[in-house]
Every structure is written in C-alpha cells, then in structure tokens.
C-alpha cells in the first residue's frame, strides 16, 4: 500500500515544488514506483517534470470535475517508476465548483484510494495557501512533509502550518502525521540558518531530517529544463543531497536506525 505524502508550507519560497519534484524522482530513480499530484494552480510540478501545462489531455482538475477517468490523468515522464497527475490553471475552477459540493473536502482521497496498490509513495505538491485544494491534500494524506527555508519568518510560519494540521487533524483526517521537517536553502555560513535549525531540532527532535538541502543554483535552474535535477546534473550538490534525503525516507520506512 503506497503512503500518501503532502508536501506542504503555507509560506510561499521554500522550496516546496523544488522538493515534490525532486524527491518523487529520486525514489522513482531507487527503483520505488512514485506518483506525483500536483495541486497547485501554477502547474510547477507539471512543467518541472516536463509536461506542456498548456496542452494537457488530462489533468487533476478533470479528476475534481468527473470530466475524465482516473486513467485518463495519469501521464508518463521521462523517469518510467515516475508518473504525474498534472495541473494548470484550469484548477483554480474546480475550487468554485468544489464550494458546493457535499464532501468536498474528501474528493481527492477517494480519487486516489484505487491507487495505493500500484504505487509506493505518492507525494501531492499543494499552494502555498490554506484553500480547498490544500484541505483536500491533507485529508487525502497519511503524512506531511514540511519543507522549510532557515530563515527568521520560517519559525512564524510553521506555527501556522501546526494550527492547520491540528485542526484537519482534530476535525477531518485523525490518521494524519508528520512526516518529516525538510531543511532547504541551507548556508551553514550564515549564522541565523544554524540557530533556526537548532530551534527547529529542539522542538521536533527527529522528525527534522539529518538530510539538509543546500541553496544550489542547479536546482534553480532544472525546472527551466523540465527535468528533475538527478536528470539535468546528478553530480550536483542539490541532486546528491535529494538522492541522500531519498535515501533517509527508505531507511526511515524501513525502521532501520
């Protein structure tokens, strides 16, 4: 049964895309059959792994909308353990539509139940914001992974974020879990990185990641490319660093440690 993770932060530029991304094709690179979601208006994850977001044949918002199959969705990458349900700006609708509807909050999860048996890890890559979509994602998942920048607004926004996650917790999805806090755009030059890193290990003890993603302009620039960043230069520092945080969640998922 694969595990639904929500990649998530209600902080926008924290490296959240630059994650599901990369992460999802570092597990797919290990041998794991991974399956990205993408439910962000913006289409990053779509277009970061290559796809056209202006020329779908199906996409997430058809799911939310009934207008095609669960099939009809799924699409191909160029990493062939790795498949993506897509999204462009299309989705932004499906909220207006998603308004009225009973349950609107348990759509996406009943959308990807079928799947868990064909897949290992499913990760969603959510807005940045607190709306329909991101309420579906979390209730959909097991766990959240919480990519987070070291900076100072960094701490300020992941007591938000815990709000959020304890009130579907509380109120929608009692299962769900964090899965892990991810350190992103690490400098350990820079002495304010390390005091949140240190104020971020205090407070949620293991389930930091020892695996720090460092400010790399390599993983800038392989979305631009359509390619995760192991496809556009493996012998990078952010291509190493998410095939070891890759590694991590298979030894953490293994009990191993």
Do not use: W
């Not at 202006?54 to 969705?73: I, K, M, V």
């Amino acid at each position: 049964m694969g595990k639904i993770t929500a990649v998530a932060n209600q902080k926008g530029g924290v490296g959240k895309t630059t994650t599901a991304i990369n992460i999802s094709a570092s597990l797919a690179d290990a041998g794991k059959r991974v399956l990205l979601v993408d439910t962000d208006p913006q289409g990053n994850s779509t277009s970061g792994l290559g796809l056209d977001k202006d020329n779908l044949y199906g996409s997430l918002y058809d799911l939310y909308t009934g207008t095609r199959t669960l099939e009809e969705t799924i699409m191909d990458t160029t990493l062939p353990s790795l498949k993506i349900i897509p999204s462009n700006i299309e989705l932004i609708g499906s909220e207006l539509e998603l308004a009225t509807k009973e349950g609107r909050e348990t759509v996406l999860r009943q959308a990807l139940e079928p799947l868990r048996h064909r897949f290992d890890y499913i990760f969603i890559d959510c807005p940045p914001s607190l709306s329909l979509l991101t309420l579906n994602a979390l209730v959909a998942a097991d766990s959240l992974l919480v990519p987070m920048q070291c900076e100072y607004y960094a701490l300020e926004g992941i007591s938000m974020l815990l709000r959020t996650f304890n009130l579907i917790k509380n109120s929608f999805n009692p299962s769900l879990e964090i899965e892990g806090i991810l350190l992103t755009m690490f400098d350990g030059r820079n002495t304010l990185a390390n005091q949140v890193s240190d104020e971020l290990k205090r407070h949620f003890g293991n389930k930091v990641y020892t695996t720090l993603i460092p400010r790399n302009v390599t993983l800038a620039e392989a979305p631009s490319h359509g390619k995760p960043v192991i496809l556009y230069d493996v012998r990078s520092k952010g291509a190493q660093s998410y095939l070891e945080l890759a590694k991590e969640i298979m030894k953490n998922e293994a009990g191993v440690g």
